[in-house]
């Protein structure tokens, strides 16, 4: 086969991206192989250095904080609870909310579907003192269900469920009728299986989402056993050195490395559905 | 009261419009009734309001003695096809038919039995584990059909289901949901706006207009014997050739020729109306037909031409005769049959 220059043009340009993508968590893994005085005297590290095992070691296990109380696997599994909550909540309260919208024809449906749409210009980060007060006027601090709730309520995915309601066929419901379905099993029977694709996608964006939260976090916890990843990257592995707080280089890119974990699982586990959203033709 | 009876139905949509006007009907157990009209006459709605999909503004439907207007669609133990099928995608073709015994709570049993019989009836058996995106167009529409009978339903209703088929499939799948039904002997309402359709299935025809019946019969009935200018206009292909005339003392004056002693009391402005296939060829000429275009049929010849007053004429001739383009035809009108219609109102007058 002749290979055209075009190809060779395109093929260059996509080995840079990925390149571009890769080196950085090459660079990360490679340091977190080396020890600390290493990396904070000679820089990054290319090559593997050979205190891999240790460095894993210790992020896994020791405890770390001001009261030393939490390990990072601790972190990982509040992570992980709190996007999982975050993910599950939002596909399902868009999925029915949008249902509501496009299948029952009240007269407020348009005004409240952009009275959600709004929702969009305000994130959390900008409600962050209100939600705060609700929250802990609620008892909820240092909770899962605080550090979930207030971030299940999702416009976009809400928008993207209606819109692919929309798309389906009013005979598709009449007939469903016409075979006794009510509200409830037209929608667990047909709108559920029909957009599992979209599921899929809309779950990996959530979790990413949910898994990557830090203001909110930081805010909601102050108990040590509640932190998620993304805190903890910043306030453990800090040693006293004369007086001076040094970071502990190597064991926060073992760390970055380990926190890059689920969601990498997630979004391997749930690609074939998610790039199928993401392209979705078959009806 | 028949099994399905419609009393002085009507529909007005929030916007105003009257889609269906007091309507009458009744349909017998057994009977395939047909709805023909143009697209937008109301001949859908009139329909999906006995299915259930539409509210019934006025008047009262009752099918099989129970007065079925608040009854939600799912206990009317109706069955409908859609026009695009409606499958259910993403399940397969059993799953389609078995999905409305399902949510009667049949038992796994019963509803196997059913769906193999209701599978072998239609010819399906062999794509129960298919999805409907892998059947083709007939494929799809036996499967709509065995979704509708596997329910054993007191009604079906057809929602315009041939259209979507090419037009070799379609005649095959009309004598098919013919042949079905009399096996089946439901009652059918089917609906079309194609007249072949409805001339070739319907034991009983109704033909609507602006969310009117304005006719109703057997198909041949209404072929011989329209009662006003629409339903001659409408049934029947070639279409009717319709002339301007005018009567004084039973003599039909057109824009040529004359028609003595006619049948009729009516005077003043009238349309009168021949089908083309009921013309012919004769010395003593009636019409004088200048033949611009000849369609050859095979079994028939359509020859259309223009008249003195350059109005355009269809006659249809066997296919035998040969007829050049140019030609001057003399026309006779086989056996009186032409129709009379009064030009203001439209009703026949003769």
Same mark, same amino acid.
């Given at each position: 086969?002749?290979?055209?220059?075009?190809?060779?043009?395109?093929?260059?340009?996509?080995? $840079? !991206?990925?390149? $571009?993508?890769?080196?950085?968590?090459? =660079?990360?893994?490679?340091?977190?192989?080396?020890?600390?005085?290493?990396?904070?005297?000679?820089?990054?590290?290319?090559?593997?250095?050979?205190?891999?095992?240790?460095?894993?070691?210790?992020?896994?296990?020791?405890?770390?904080?001001?009261?030393?109380?939490?390990?990072?696997?601790?972190?990982?599994?509040?992570?992980?609870?709190?996007?999982?909550?975050?993910?599950?909540?939002?596909?399902?309260?868009?999925?029915?909310?949008?249902?509501?919208?496009v299948y029952y024809r009240f007269k407020l449906a348009v005004p409240i579907f952009w009275l959600i749409f709004i929702t969009l210009l305000?994130?959390?980060?900008?409600? =962050?003192?209100?939600?705060?007060?609700?929250?802990?006027?609620? !008892?909820?601090?240092?909770?899962?269900? !605080?550090?979930?709730?207030?971030?299940?309520?999702?416009?976009?995915?809400?928008?993207?469920?209606?819109?692919?309601?929309?798309?389906?066929?009013?005979?598709?419901?009449?007939?469903?009728?016409?075979?006794?379905?009510?509200?409830?099993?037209?929608?667990?029977?047909?709108?559920?299986?029909?957009?599992?694709?979209?599921?899929?996608?809309?779950?990996?964006?959530?979790?990413?989402? !949910?898994?990557?939260?830090?203001?909110?976090?930081?805010?909601?916890?102050?108990?040590?056993?509640?932190?998620?990843?993304?805190?903890?990257?910043?306030?453990?592995?800090?040693?006293?050195?004369?007086?001076?707080?040094?970071?502990?280089?190597?064991?926060?890119?073992?760390? =970055?490395?380990?926190?890059?974990?689920?969601?990498?699982?997630?979004?391997?586990?749930?690609?074939?559905?998610?790039?199928?959203?993401?392209?979705?033709?078959?009806? | 009261m028949s099994f399905l009876d419609l009393k002085n139905v009507t529909k007005i949509y929030p916007n105003g419009t009257k889609a269906v006007h007091e309507t009458s009907l009744s349909v017998d157990e057994g009977e395939f009734m047909v709805f023909v009209g143009p697209s937008g006459c109301g001949k859908s709605t009139l329909l999906r309001m006995v299915a259930g999909l539409e509210d019934i503004t006025e008047g009262d439907i009752n099918l099989d003695g129970k007065l079925i207007n608040e009854v939600d669609p799912s206990e009317r133990d109706v069955a409908m096809v859609f026009q695009n099928y409606a499958l259910y995608p993403h399940m397969n073709v059993y799953n389609n038919l078995a999905y409305g015994l399902k949510n009667r709570g049949i038992d796994k049993e019963t509803i196997e039995q059913k769906v193999n019989d209701a599978a072998k009836l239609l010819q399906i058996s062999d794509y129960l584990q298919r999805k409907p995106s892998m059947l083709s167009g007939g494929q799809r529409q036996r499967v709509a059909m065995g979704r509708a009978i596997v329910r054993n339903p007191k009604i079906f209703l057809f929602d315009e289901p041939l259209s979507n088929l090419? /037009? *070799?499939?379609?005649?095959?799948?009309?004598?098919?949901?013919?042949?079905?039904?009399?096996?089946?002997?439901? @009652?059918?309402?089917?609906? @079309?706006?194609?007249?072949?359709?409805?001339? @070739?299935?319907?034991?009983?025809?109704?033909?609507?207009?602006? &969310?009117?019946?304005?006719?109703? &019969? @057997?198909?041949?009935?209404?072929?011989?014997?329209?009662?006003?200018?629409?339903?001659?206009?409408?049934?029947?292909?070639?279409?009717?050739?319709?002339?301007? &005339?005018?009567? *004084?003392?039973?003599?039909?004056? /057109?824009?040529?020729?004359?028609?003595?002693?006619?049948?009729?009391?009516?005077?003043?402005?009238?349309?009168? &109306?021949?089908?083309?296939?009921h013309l012919s060829q004769s010395e003593n000429s009636l019409i004088n037909l200048k033949v611009d275009l000849v369609e050859q049929l095979g079994s028939d010849n359509l020859v259309y031409g223009q008249l003195k007053d350059k109005k355009d004429f269809c006659y249809r001739c066997p296919g035998n005769l040969t007829i050049e383009k140019g030609a001057d035809l003399s026309l006779n009108i086989e056996n009186n049959k032409y129709y009379i219609f009064d030009k203001s109102t439209g009703k026949r007058v003769n």
């Amino acid at each position: 086969m002749k290979i055209k220059p075009l190809q060779i043009i395109a093929h260059i340009i996509l080995i $840079l !991206g990925v390149l $571009l993508m890769v080196v950085p968590i090459w =660079i990360s893994f490679a340091s977190s192989s080396h020890d600390s005085v290493t990396i904070l005297t000679e820089g990054m590290k290319f090559h593997l250095g050979d205190q891999l095992a240790r460095n894993y070691n210790e992020v896994l296990n020791e405890k770390g904080g001001w009261s030393e109380e939490v390990t990072a696997a601790k972190m990982f599994i509040n992570s992980f609870i709190m996007a999982l909550g975050i993910a599950t909540l939002k596909v399902v309260i868009s999925a029915m909310s949008a249902y509501a919208l496009v299948y029952y024809r009240f007269k407020l449906a348009v005004p409240i579907f952009w009275l959600i749409f709004i929702t969009l210009l305000v994130p959390l980060e900008v409600r =962050i003192f209100p939600s705060y007060k609700i929250v802990s006027d609620l !008892g909820l601090t240092n909770s899962y269900t !605080g550090l979930i709730l207030p971030l299940v309520a999702s416009a976009t995915a809400t928008f993207f469920f209606r819109q692919f309601y929309k798309t389906i066929p009013d005979e598709l419901l009449e007939s469903a009728k016409l075979d006794g379905a009510n509200a409830w099993s037209f929608f667990i029977d047909f709108l559920v299986p029909l957009s599992k694709t979209m599921i899929a996608a809309m779950f990996i964006f959530m979790f990413v989402y !949910g898994y990557s939260q830090y203001l909110w976090p930081l805010i909601m916890t102050t108990a040590e056993e509640y932190w998620t990843v993304v805190m903890g990257m910043k306030i453990i592995y800090t040693e006293s050195y004369e007086g001076v707080a040094l970071p502990r280089t190597a064991e926060r890119f073992a760390y =970055i490395i380990l926190s890059m974990i689920p969601p990498v699982l997630v979004v391997v586990f749930l690609q074939k559905w998610f790039i199928k959203g993401l392209i979705q033709t078959e009806k | 009261m028949s099994f399905l009876d419609l009393k002085n139905v009507t529909k007005i949509y929030p916007n105003g419009t009257k889609a269906v006007h007091e309507t009458s009907l009744s349909v017998d157990e057994g009977e395939f009734m047909v709805f023909v009209g143009p697209s937008g006459c109301g001949k859908s709605t009139l329909l999906r309001m006995v299915a259930g999909l539409e509210d019934i503004t006025e008047g009262d439907i009752n099918l099989d003695g129970k007065l079925i207007n608040e009854v939600d669609p799912s206990e009317r133990d109706v069955a409908m096809v859609f026009q695009n099928y409606a499958l259910y995608p993403h399940m397969n073709v059993y799953n389609n038919l078995a999905y409305g015994l399902k949510n009667r709570g049949i038992d796994k049993e019963t509803i196997e039995q059913k769906v193999n019989d209701a599978a072998k009836l239609l010819q399906i058996s062999d794509y129960l584990q298919r999805k409907p995106s892998m059947l083709s167009g007939g494929q799809r529409q036996r499967v709509a059909m065995g979704r509708a009978i596997v329910r054993n339903p007191k009604i079906f209703l057809f929602d315009e289901p041939l259209s979507n088929l090419d /037009a *070799k499939l379609r005649i095959q799948m009309r004598l098919e949901i013919k042949k079905l039904q009399q096996k089946v002997g439901v @009652t059918s309402i089917f609906v @079309t706006h194609d007249q072949v359709e409805a001339m @070739t299935l319907a034991d009983r025809l109704a033909v609507i207009n602006n &969310g009117i019946i304005e006719q109703l &019969g @057997t198909p041949i009935e209404i072929y011989d014997n329209p009662k006003s200018l629409f339903v001659a206009g409408f049934i029947g292909s070639p279409q009717m050739n319709f002339l301007d &005339g005018n009567i *004084k003392n039973k003599t039909l004056s /057109a824009e040529g020729f004359e028609i003595k002693d006619i049948d009729s009391d009516f005077e003043g402005e009238v349309k009168l &109306g021949i089908r083309p296939e009921h013309l012919s060829q004769s010395e003593n000429s009636l019409i004088n037909l200048k033949v611009d275009l000849v369609e050859q049929l095979g079994s028939d010849n359509l020859v259309y031409g223009q008249l003195k007053d350059k109005k355009d004429f269809c006659y249809r001739c066997p296919g035998n005769l040969t007829i050049e383009k140019g030609a001057d035809l003399s026309l006779n009108i086989e056996n009186n049959k032409y129709y009379i219609f009064d030009k203001s109102t439209g009703k026949r007058v003769n």
